[in-house]
Nanobody, 121 residues
Framework: QVQLVESGGDLVQPGGSLRLSCVAS????????MGWYRQAPGKQRELVAA???????NYADSVKGRFTISRDNAKNTVYLQMNSLKPEDTAVYYC???????????????WGQGTQVTVSS
């Protein structure tokens, strides 16, 4: 059994900052890429940022220069530092991990339950 648990979502004013965290736990053999996606009401889920085990990252154009993804491999944790937040960043943010569990030894994508980020004055 593998679990991804996000935290850090909140209500913040435009221009503010938030830091999201996601911890992967359970029967994990190895984690490859980890990432953050978001889904706003009425829209499709979209990639925000992703990071490989070696630390290479990529970002959606809409968040480049404002968001920073990082990870702590020893803690199976991925972070998303969000600065200069805009109302259009409002969404449910989901953590994703591409990993191999000791239960199946198959590379599988796992998702967290999501954390709400609301940017509003």
């Amino acid at each position: 059994q593998v679990q991804l648990v996000e935290s850090g979502g909140d209500l913040v004013q435009p221009g503010g900052s938030l830091r999201l965290s996601c911890v992967a736990s359970g029967s994990i053999f190895s984690i490859y890429a980890m990432g953050w996606y978001r889904q706003a009401p009425g829209k499709q889920r979209e990639l925000v940022a992703a990071i490989t085990g070696g630390g290479r990252s990529n970002y959606a154009d809409s968040v480049k220069g404002r968001f920073t993804i990082s990870r702590d491999n020893a803690k199976n944790t991925v972070y998303l530092q969000m600065n200069s937040l805009k109302p259009e960043d409002t969404a449910v943010y989901y953590c994703n991990a591409d990993l191999i569990s000791t239960g199946t030894f198959r590379r599988t994508s796992y998702w967290g339950q999501g954390t709400q980020v609301t940017v509003s004055s």
